[in-house]
């Protein structure tokens, strides 16, 4: 179905919007919206889901981690695969947030609040894996850095470690991004909310704003440094995770372009999830004049230039693995390809590479089903790469007697079902609690909008 697109002159909001009736509509989502019957089944799902996750780590805490199908040549399975793979979706809020900010591109507006939610959310899925893959995470703090008695210090020359730093500054960093951009929203529902208690969590959470010429200011200098320090994370990050293959000498791994080849996945992979989360919610509450198709067309856009950078890094490890030749990286790409796996690999590329080229056409692009089908196809596509990587590289090591099979076991699905059950949960809170879009930055989208007057927050 394709809709007409915004008229106004940026394209990035439907004509006929005052300020007053921006503040309206969006606040009335989370004030006077009566709860519904899909929000209510969402977060049923979700909670469903996410006391499967709990069964789940602890059966995982009580009996170990044997209940995971890791076995002798692949010591790496479900958790590595979905720990990279949830990171790689939230990069997608610290781009739009971060590097589309400071580039000023008006378009992020109706789309960047529900992204930086959507990698807290993320990044918070993602931090269980590494710390349920240790078998004791009681002792997590080990890997920090800490004076003690013990004199244990981490080992600095571990992929964990830098896991641990990369992805502890990444996620406190989008969570600070985050809530300052809230705070002026924070502002509006205490100030329109009817209810004692709302007004006093949300006047707590909102600081004491009071739409000051200093209060602006301040927040204008701390919201603009705060993105100038995201933007570097959206590189190094993935760039760490990278790391955790391209230092080792595992055929399939050990290569160079795998920093800027993750990166471009990570970006590919989190555009599809907004798109995915993006047009139901557009949909449901009724968001079309603010979410238009301008915003879905660039979005597609993007997924179509990041799909190209993905299939670039495909085929050079096809090249290299051939031009080096070296025996045993000649033998995994001939196993990609023939061997046991094969489906999977097949499965990737159609899903990452083929699928996504319909987005070469204007009416793809603005085609809601087509989008959200693209999308879907796309994650299932870079999860399927995150396997490949992982279980064909350590399934077939040097010698023959190292060779063996991986499948995830029913507790390797529960917990990964389990942790989109978590993420679904935190969504529909979000949407129940908080604005989905950025009232105050929209307001200064309008035409009547002056630079620095940013309107009553009321």
């Known amino acids: 179905m394709t809709e007409p697109q915004a008229t106004t002159g940026q394209q990035v909001l439907a004509p006929g919007h005052s300020m007053a009736s921006i503040t309206d509509k969006v606040s009335a989502i989370v004030l006077t919206r009566p709860v519904g019957k899909r929000w209510l089944f969402g977060f049923t799902l979700g909670f469903i889901l996410t006391c499967v996750l709990f069964t789940t780590i602890a059966n995982l805490l009580v009996t170990g981690v044997g209940i995971w199908g890791l076995n002798a040549p692949v010591g790496w399975g479900f958790d590595i695969i979905n720990f990279v793979w949830w990171i790689g979706i939230g990069h997608a809020g610290t781009l739009i947030s971060a590097i589309l900010l400071l580039l000023r591109q008006n378009w992020r507006t109706s789309i960047n609040r529900f992204a930086e939610a959507m990698t807290l959310f993320a990044v918070s899925c993602a931090g269980l894996y590494p710390l349920l893959h240790m078998g004791r995470p009681w002792f997590f703090y080990w890997l920090m850095p800490i004076p003690n008695t013990m004199e244990l210090w981490p080992q600095w020359r571990s992929p964990l470690i830098w896991d641990v730093f990369a992805v502890s500054t990444y996620a406190s960093v989008s969570?600070?991004?985050?809530?300052?951009?809230?705070?002026?929203?924070?502002?509006?529902?205490?100030?329109?909310?009817?209810?004692?208690?709302?007004?006093?969590?949300?006047?707590?959470?909102?600081?004491?704003?009071?739409?000051?010429?200093?209060?602006?200011?301040?927040?204008?200098?701390?919201?603009?440094?705060?993105?100038?320090?995201?933007?570097?994370?959206?590189?190094?990050?993935?760039?760490?995770?990278?790391?955790?293959?391209?230092?080792?000498?595992?055929?399939?791994?050990?290569?160079?372009?795998?920093?800027?080849?993750?990166?471009?996945?990570?970006?590919?992979?989190?555009?599809?999830?907004?798109?995915?989360?993006?047009?139901?919610?557009?949909?449901?509450?009724?968001?079309?004049?603010?979410?238009?198709?301008?915003?879905?067309?660039?979005?597609?856009?993007?997924?179509?230039?990041?799909?190209?950078?993905?299939?670039?890094?495909?085929?050079?490890?096809?090249?290299?693995?051939?031009?080096?030749?070296?025996?045993?990286?000649?033998?995994?790409?001939?196993?990609?390809?023939?061997?046991?796996?094969?489906?999977?690999?097949?499965?990737?590329?159609?899903?990452?590479?083929?699928?996504?080229?319909?987005?070469?056409?204007k009416w793809a692009r603005t085609n809601v089903w087509v989008l959200f089908?693209?999308?879907?196809?796309?994650?299932?596509?870079?999860?399927?790469?995150?396997?490949?990587?992982?279980?064909?590289?350590?399934?077939?090591?040097f010698m023959p007697s190292m060779w063996g099979q991986y499948r995830g076991t029913p507790w390797d699905w529960s917990m990964y079902v389990g942790t989109i059950g978590l993420f679904i949960t935190l969504l529909f809170l979000f949407l129940r609690f908080l604005p989905v879009i950025s009232i105050f930055e929209m307001r200064t989208l309008l035409p009547e909008a002056k630079v620095g007057d940013h309107g009553e927050h009321s």
């Open 373 to 397: 089908i693209v999308s879907l196809a796309v994650s299932v596509g870079m999860w399927l790469e995150r396997f490949v990587i992982i279980v064909l590289s350590l399934s077939r090591d």
């Open 175 to 361: 969570a600070l991004f985050w809530y300052v951009g809230l705070i002026p929203d924070l502002a509006t529902l205490r100030d329109r909310t009817t209810s004692r208690l709302g007004r006093m969590v949300y006047g707590v959470l909102a600081m004491g704003w009071r739409n000051s010429a200093k209060h602006w200011h301040q927040y204008e200098t701390a919201y603009n440094l705060l993105a100038g320090l995201c933007t570097p994370l959206v590189v190094s990050v993935h760039t760490v995770v990278s790391f955790d293959f391209a230092v080792g000498v595992v055929p399939g791994w050990h290569a160079t372009v795998f920093p800027p080849y993750f990166v471009a996945g990570a970006i590919f992979a989190g555009f599809a999830m907004v798109l995915i989360l993006c047009i139901p919610i557009r949909a449901v509450y009724g968001l079309q004049d603010f979410i238009t198709m301008k915003h879905l067309e660039n979005m597609g856009k993007i997924l179509l230039a990041t799909c190209l950078m993905v299939s670039y890094g495909y085929a050079m490890e096809i090249f290299t693995a051939f031009y080096t030749a070296n025996t045993y990286e000649e033998y995994l790409m001939h196993n990609r390809l023939h061997g046991p796996y094969a489906t999977s690999y097949y499965a990737l590329w159609f899903c990452n590479l083929i699928v996504p080229q319909v987005l070469w056409f």
